[in-house]
């Protein structure tokens, strides 16, 4: 049984001891990415703030995951459904060979799920009194959602911004 997170977190500290602050900010921003992978095969190149923590049964009974964070998630295995849960979405993967963008920090009230290869349904992981609805992407399609104003859309996702994720998070 897995326990804890897998992670790439941290903050650096002056010679002092002393948080560094907008600096250290400025700094994770301008980190490059961190490559991790799952004990199912599932690769994920991540942002250096993302969280990731598997949910009891990974592996066995289930490959779901909480995600905090931002990062591309490369799932090869499709034998059972691989789940991302986030603050406010529930990511299931379709099948196998499947690339997905996931932007989604819990202190954001934003998140953003870009389909780059494969299929995928995205559904509220809260409920809404507006719409519960599942969207299904195909790829080249992303799901935007603002818990705020309770509101999520499916759109298709331009040529430049794939590339932009792509130079942002390499295969």
């Known amino acids: 049984m897995l326990a804890g997170a897998w992670h790439c977190k941290g903050r650096e500290k002056q010679a002092n001891g002393q948080d560094p602050g907008v600096v250290d900010t400025i700094k994770e921003k301008a ?25 009891e049964g990974f592996g066995k009974a289930n490959r779901d995951v909480t995600f905090d964070g931002e990062g591309v998630l490369i799932v090869h295995d499709g034998a059972k459904p ?3 849960h986030t603050r406010n ?25 870009d389909l ?13 009194s507006t719409d519960n609805s599942t969207e299904v992407l195909q790829a080249g399609e992303m799901v935007m959602i603002n818990r705020d104003i309770d509101l999520m859309e499916k ?9 932009v994720l792509e130079l942002k998070f390499p295969k």
Do not use: C, W
Request: hydrophobic share 35%; charged share 30%; aromatic share 4%.
């Open 31 to 55: 980190a490059p990415p961190k490559i991790l992978t799952l004990p199912d095969g599932t690769q994920v190149v991540m942002d250096p703030r993302t969280e990731i923590r598997p949910m």
């Open 82 to 84: 691989f789940v991302i």
């Open 89 to 113: 979405l529930v990511v299931t993967v379709e099948g196998k060979n499947a690339r997905i963008h996931v932007d989604a920090f819990a202190s954001s009230p934003g998140e953003e799920v």
């Open 116 to 128: 780059l290869e494969g299929k995928l349904k995205v559904i509220k992981s809260y409920h809404s």
């Open 155 to 163: 759109e298709t996702l331009k040529p430049e911004e794939q590339k």
